[in-house]
């Protein structure tokens, strides 16, 4: 139904977009595959707070901008997701990363169940109602997906998908990307849908082929809208590896290797949330391929919003609470928008609480 909506109204979703700061980490529980109902061990309490209750010790609160209990369809991520993906027409580059253990939903989050109504598919509806909505622009989406296993990134689009792939810079335009990676244009939505498929299955054969398991690699899907006139903005979304801690069962050689290499990655990406919390001058984004390649995302002008996924099931819990102090810890970040936007915030917050009570208006008649 969202995306029904106007243009005029998305229009002013993405002035609150600009309020709401530029990095929001929102969480999302699973329903339970075990039958049973919520675990008494997580409560929630409003629309942005966890409380988590460990046996033997006092409970935890984690708030988050937006949290999304078990029972919420994959619809209710929509709201919330529609402005960041439409803030690629503004020319703005943006991520949406999902994160958590394995087999915590974040491959259902991106993709969906058999392979539609994922986040990657609303994304790409959206870009072809602004492709209608800008009929004289000629405006093509395309797609790229990436993956990457051990920091070597390979094109699961392409004819030789095996290839690993370098990631360059544009010292000039700031630009980084994987070189050669196809970008497979989309004429339309079920043309996307085969081409996201066939993405999907390769990343699946080619796990096989490597005696790998996919939830070990990142999957980046990156989205562009191609005119004549130059690209607009760019969205990219992650399906990210397992961020489970080392088991005993991991301990043959390759296994290890594999898991440093997400901790890695991982902890980079945690690094970069870090360095920019703090304002440091240097971001070290080029501590591994997932930071250098979502860097445009990741910097002052971009967008970012990271999805916490956790398993409400009990045996879970000690990873349950990792993950949500990653998140909570993520949370801290706004990225400010340079300096001399500062005299403009009072106008531009007298504006955004107009937009808000139009927003509200017309949701109520
Ligand atoms: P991950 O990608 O994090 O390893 P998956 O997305 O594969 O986890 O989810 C693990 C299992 O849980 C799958 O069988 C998936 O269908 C199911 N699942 C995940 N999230 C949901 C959800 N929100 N609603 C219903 N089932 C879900
Ligand atoms: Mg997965």
């Not at 909506?5 to 980490?25: A, C, D, F």
């Not at 989205?223 to 991991?250: C, F, M, P």
């Not at 099931?313 to 400010?336: C, F, N, P």
Request: proline share 5%; net charge negative.
């Amino acid at each position: 139904q969202w995306m029904k909506h106007s243009q005029e109204n998305r229009r002013l979703h993405r002035y609150i977009q600009e309020w709401k700061g530029n990095i929001r980490v929102v969480a999302r529980i699973r329903p339970s595959l075990l039958g049973k109902d919520c675990t008494p061990l997580l409560d929630f309490i409003g629309d942005d707070m966890i409380t988590c209750r460990p046996f033997n010790s006092n409970p935890l609160s984690f708030t988050f901008d937006q949290v999304f209990p078990p029972h919420l369809p994959q619809d209710s991520l929509y709201e919330e997701l529609q402005p960041i993906i439409a803030s690629i027409w503004d020319g703005f580059h943006s991520c949406i990363m999902a994160y958590g253990p394995t087999g915590s939903g974040k491959t259902f989050t991106v993709f969906g169940p058999d392979g539609k109504g994922g986040v990657v598919q609303l994304a790409i509806q959206t870009l072809f109602d602004l492709v209608l909505e800008n009929n004289e622009l000629n405006l093509v989406p395309t797609i790229s997906m990436l993956e990457i296993y051990n920091e070597t990134v390979r094109d699961l689009l392409s004819e030789d998908p095996l290839a690993n792939l370098e990631v360059h810079e544009d010292t000039t335009t700031g630009d980084v990307f994987a070189k050669g990676a196809v970008e497979m244009e989309m004429s339309h939505y079920s043309d996307a849908l085969r081409i996201i498929q066939s993405g999907l299955d390769f990343r699946t054969t080619s796990a096989t082929l490597l005696n790998i398991s996919s939830s070990r690699s990142h999957l980046l899907c990156i989205l562009k809208l191609r005119g004549d006139h130059g690209n607009t903005g760019s969205l990219y979304i992650a399906d990210l590896a397992g961020s489970e801690r080392v088991t005993h069962s991991h301990t043959q050689s390759e296994r290890l290797d594999e898991t440093k290499h997400i901790n890695r990655s991982l902890s980079s990406l945690a690094d970069v949330f870090s360095a920019l919390r703090n304002q440091q001058p240097h971001i070290p984004y080029r501590n591994s391929r997932l930071t250098f390649l979502l860097r445009p995302a990741l910097s002052k002008t971009g967008k970012a919003m990271l999805i916490v996924h956790v398993s409400p099931e009990e045996e879970e819990l000690s990873e349950t609470i990792q993950t949500l102090r990653l998140g909570q810890r993520a949370r801290d970040i706004e990225l400010r928008p340079s300096k001399g936007q500062d005299s403009s915030n009072i106008l531009l917050r007298r504006q955004i609480s107009l937009l808000r009570q139009q927003l509200a208006d017309e949701r109520n008649k």
